[in-house]
């Protein structure tokens, strides 16, 4: 997965990386009118050493990018339909907030690899 940004900040060995974030439109915000412009910052792996100001591609493993969104969106939903129906209510409710408990308490171990990393400048 690649993305374009530019550095707006060097943090130790990192870069905060400003983009603009996709729309679902495909840019052609006068079909669909829902869109806002706003700009999104990620900290990324600064490899190449890129300085403030420097436009640089971003790239993160796909599959990570697939495994965090399962364990942040379905996970959740799977555990608490799964716990409804076989368990009732209250446990399907409370199942449905376990992953994000676990990814609260492991964010920390999970911060570095699922960085994106600066690839190259342009």
């Known amino acids: 997965m690649k993305q374009v940004g ?3 900040e060097i943090i130790e060995e ?3 990386v400003q983009f603009k974030r996709a729309s679902a439109c495909g840019e052609n915000c006068a079909m669909c009118g829902g869109c806002e412009k706003l700009n999104s910052f990620v900290i990324a792996k600064n490899v190449i050493k890129a300085d403030v100001g ?3 591609i971003l790239e993160t ?3 990570r990018v697939l495994l965090a969104a399962f364990l942040v969106y379905i996970l ?3 555990l608490g339909i799964f716990s ?3 368990l ?3 446990v399907g409710i409370v199942m449905f907030f376990v992953p994000f408990v676990v990814l609260f308490l492991i ?3 999970l911060e570095g690899k699922y960085m994106p990393e600066i690839v190259r400048k342009i």
């Open 61 to 63: 493993d796909t599959k």
């Open 88 to 90: 009732g209510a209250l």
């Open 14 to 16: 990192n870069a905060k």
């Open 107 to 109: 964010n920390k171990k």
């Open 84 to 86: 409804y129906v076989f």
């Open 6 to 8: 530019v550095v707006s």
């Open 54 to 56: 420097d436009t640089v």
């Open 76 to 78: 959740p939903v799977i």
